[in-house]
């Protein structure tokens, strides 16, 4: 994936705005919204949608249960709530089979949605430098390797002549 990204032919500037737009979009409770989101997000930042659908895969069967852990105990800590108002794993799971929302709101929810407000533009900070370094590194290199090829294609046809 990260590859695929850096080959991207945008402006890094773009790219790590595609980025960030995932990785912020990912770190959010709404599963199965995060390439939504991010390509959202990056329309209306002017960042490279692909970079933004691609960079969702941050959400992934392995980090998704951490990352929703977070968003709830960060919402538990700005919300102000006491440690012994935490919900465990489990009691969220039984609140999640009944599926009734006004239960699922206050105790649940709301934590983790105001958790992932700071967690989604810490994560988008991070990713914009990561990407944005990452971008303009690969792109110079890449435009030395074809400067490097223009010019010994050059020297080779001097001497041919």
């Known amino acids: 994936m990260t590859l695929r990204v850096l ?3 945008s402006t890094p500037h773009c790219i790590a705005v595609g980025v960030a737009a995932g990785a912020a979009s990912s770190a959010t409770p709404f599963v199965g919204l995060h390439i939504l989101i991010a390509v959202a997000l990056a ?6 949608l692909i970079a933004a659908a691609l960079a969702t895969a941050i959400a992934n069967p392995v980090t998704i249960p951490f990352i929703l852990a977070a968003t ?5 800590v700005v919300l102000g709530r006491s440690s012994h108002q935490m919900l465990s794993g489990g009691e969220i799971f039984d609140m ?44 110079q290199r890449r435009e030395m390797r074809r400067l490097t090829r223009v010019a010994s294609l050059s020297v080779s046809k001097k001497h041919e002549a």
């Open 7 to 9: 080959r991207l032919s």
């Open 43 to 48: 329309y209306m930042l002017s960042g490279n």
């Open 72 to 76: 709830y105990e960060a919402g538990v």
């Open 96 to 139: 999640l089979e009944n599926l009734e929302f006004s239960h699922l709101w206050t105790p649940v929810l709301k934590p983790m949605l105001v958790g992932a407000i700071p967690l989604s533009m810490t994560s988008a900070v991070v990713f914009y430098g990561l990407a944005y370094a990452a971008a303009r590194l690969f792109q």
